[in-house]
């Protein structure tokens, strides 16, 4: 899920049906995976309607991306 919001573009969030599409798994388990995921500060949730929409968190992704590019060298 992590990779699948980070993918997107900060001002284009995914609707959390659009990232329950991705998986098999109940909308509970998607749900709570996000709530983990905003809970580290990785992605962000902004409520528009009735659904959420997902983003990555820049500053909760850095260490993250610093972590793998030392892997690769």
């Known amino acids: 899920m992590l990779s699948l ?4 573009p900060i001002e284009q969030p995914l609707c959390v049906c659009e ?7 109940t909308q509970g388990t998607v749900s ?6 905003r809970e580290a500060g990785l992605v962000t ?3 528009q309607g009735l659904w ?4 990555p968190a820049p ?14 060298a």
């Open 45 to 47: 949730v902004s409520k």
């Open 59 to 72: 500053k909760g992704l850095a260490p993250i991306k610093t972590l793998l590019a030392g892997l690769s």
């Open 19 to 25: 990232i329950e599409e991705g998986f098999d798994l």
């Open 5 to 8: 919001i980070a993918a997107q």
């Open 32 to 37: 709570h995976h996000l709530r983990i995921l």
């Open 52 to 55: 959420h929409y997902y983003a």
